[in-house]
T-cell receptor
């Protein structure tokens, strides 16, 4: 079983609308959680990184939240733009090793 | 632009062949990571090098090998290629051996026919 589960698998939203992506993880002990944006055929680009003590972090129209007790994170996209069409990948790092656990991504398509 | 470069951008080859993918990390980064991303699959960690030495190993097949050279660039060698090896191969780099912040390259798309 994957240590990082993301939902929904795919999402279509209208330009200008908001959306929220979910990430549940079982990685333990927890070190940090990051959200990446990956455009089709390109390398992932970091959006946010949160450690255990942080429960929210913003990067422009992207806001990530973290609940380390329930092992859940969300990524909220505000006032979506066509350029937000991408895969959003949740990545969790365990304390004490260099391994990262990757979710399969939320595929977001923004339509005009 | 992440500062990580990968060559070639695209590679088409036949089953049974051997290929080498190249990665140059960001200036100053000592760690290099290799990932495989198949169609509709998440990123799969293959292997990590830190300052020339292997640091961590993931789901890397025995037909695959990698190395990091003194100038810190890295190469991923894929041999006895199979159709299922067709994928995007990403290299990422970070400043230290800890994986706190990784910067990804643009990837190499490998197609095995």
């Amino acid at each position: 079983k994957n240590q990082v589960e993301q939902s929904p698998q795919s999402l279509i939203i209208l330009e200008g609308k908001n959306c929220t992506l979910q990430c549940n993880y079982t990685v333990s002990p927890f070190s940090n959680l990051r959200w990446y944006k990956q455009d089709t055929g390109r390398g992932p680009v970091s959006l946010t990184i949160m450690t255990f003590s942080e429960n929210t972090k913003s990067n422009g129209r992207y806001t990530a939240t973290l609940d380390a007790d329930t092992k859940q994170s969300s990524l909220h996209i505000t006032a979506s733009q066509l350029s937000d069409s991408a895969s959003y990948i949740c990545v969790v790092s365990a304390r004490g090793n260099n391994r990262l656990a990757f979710g399969k991504g939320n595929q977001v398509v923004v339509i005009p | 632009d992440s500062g990580v470069t990968q060559t070639p951008k695209h590679l088409i080859t036949a089953t049974g062949q051997r290929v080498t993918l190249r990665c140059s990390p960001r200036s100053g980064d000592l760690s290099v990571y290799w990932y495989q991303q198949s169609l509709d699959q998440g990123l799969q960690f293959l292997i990590q090098y830190y300052n020339g030495e292997e640091r961590a190993k993931g789901n890397i097949l025995e037909r695959f090998s990698a190395q990091q050279f003194p100038d810190l660039h890295s190469e991923l060698n894929l041999s006895s290629l199979e159709l299922g090896d067709s994928a995007l191969y990403f290299c990422a780099s970070s400043a230290t051996s800890g994986s706190f912040e990784q910067f990804f390259g643009p990837g190499t798309r490998l197609t095995v026919l």
